[in-house]
């Protein structure tokens, strides 16, 4: 099997290659493509480097040619970032000009990042083998993958929020996290953790009981945000339920974006260390904590070689009733060699199911204005976003959205 990563030059590129050359002996050459030479000149020797180190059959490849990358690939994993961290640092910024949070998955960042990658994913997407998957892991996934899908691709979106959560909770109780099913259901970056079975039986109502305080702190939430919902949000609800708050911290702040890059120069450096075939302590401080196990679970459940149980972006269809079927939603999902199929979903309750349908209107729109174009589109967006939502902002975070250099259109 020929995997395509499409932008193979990220410093977290290793984290993939780790995971592969662990858990993947079906993976005959993993294909790192990306425009940056420089970068692919140190990660690739670095990532045969790791599959040597593991005694892995397959190999390493790295190109900047797109064509010579997605020649052959049964598998395209999509992680870039147009623009690269400059671009993500101004989507965390310019927001707060507005007394708006400044996020680059959501808001009105998440959407000048939708903006200039759709069209360059669907590109990749259509210069890639027809059978080929397609799995999404560049944000914001929801809006991506459900591009991808609108335009008939093959495709599944990717996130590691659930087996960051697995995990978690799987530490917690003392079990092995493969013993831990979620009910997980939302968007991408709008989810909750309703449930956490463990042979059967819900141990979420324990969770909270024992470990709350802790459980909290981490989401930085109040402890009452958790009682109230009665489960466990993902990080992302905080820009929602605390939005003037984390506007405030913000104010002033070096950004996410800001050190991302700080550690992306002290990772390159490492990398470029011939001797050097493990992945480094600081990789995980870049972020996307279980992502190789997450990418390689899922892959090796659609090639059919591992069926199983997986958190994906996939189309509704039926699973949240008050939803469109063409909406896309991340739930858990059987997954087999057929594709990605939801479980069926229990009923949302009122304060979950509306802001799933806001911001599902939103990511709709958001589509519409990434792929055809036009200032009243973004303006339409940003109007609906539960973020935005005011005539002034919305007109204002257009004008500052249409300076991105990186707009096709």
Known sequence: MKVAVIGGGSTYSPELIDGFARLSTSVSELALVDPAAGRLDMIGPFGGRIFARYGHAGKVS??????EGL?????????????????????????LECGC??????????LAKALRTVPVVLDVARQAPDNAVIVDFTNPTGIVTRALLDAGHNAVGLCNVAIGFQRRFARLLGVEPEAVLLDHVGLNHLTWERAAYVDGVDRLPELLSDHLPELAAELMLPEKVLTQLGNVPSYYLRYFYQHDEVVAEERGAETRGQKVAAIEAELLKMYADPKLDTKPELLAKR???????????????LTGETPGIHSANVRNNGALPFLPDDAVIETMCSVDA????????????????????HTSAYEELAVLAATLGGADRVYRALLAHPLVGQHALAEQLT???????????
């Open 338 to 357: 057929n594709g990605a199929v939801p479980l069926p979903v229990r009923p949302l309750a009122p304060e979950l199911a509306g802001l799933v349908a």
């Open 399 to 409: 004008a500052s959205i249409l300076k991105d250099r990186h707009l096709p259109w």
């Open 62 to 67: 790295w190109t900047t040619s797109l064509e």
């Open 287 to 301: 972020g996307g904590a279980f992502y190789s196990e997450a990418a390689v679970g899922l892959i090796t459940a």
């Open 71 to 95: 020649d052959g690939a049964d598998v395209v994993i999509v992680q870039l970032r147009v623009g690269g961290q400059e671009a993500r640092i101004t989507d965390e910024t310019f927001p």
């Open 101 to 110: 949070v400044g996020q680059e998955t959501t808001g009105a960042g998440g």
